[in-house]
């Protein structure tokens, strides 16, 4: 028991440094995978964003087009 006392007092900043490095360690690989998440979710965010919006544009266009359609008609029935 003895030696075990002596022993981490003649090391205890080594040991007090290891233990530092690894919490380091793990703080910067906790920090990094919460990072990748958070991008992950943007990108999910984002790509729903744009399905929105290409279909809110397609619609519009169809509905564009059958109006033009219309108004042709009703301008000359021959164009039909």
Not at 10 to 34: N, P, S
Not at 37 to 50: F, G, H, I, P, T
């Amino acid at each position: 028991m003895r030696a075990l006392y002596e022993l981490t007092k003649d090391w205890q900043e080594l040991i007090a440094g290891l233990m530092g490095a690894a919490v380091l360690i793990w703080t910067v690989f906790v920090t990094l995978t919460a990072e990748r998440r958070r991008r992950e979710q943007e990108v999910r965010d984002l790509l729903n964003a744009l399905g929105v919006e290409f279909r809110q544009f397609a619609a519009a266009a169809l509905c564009a087009h059958t109006t033009s359609r219309k108004l042709v008609r009703e301008a000359d029935p021959r164009a039909a």
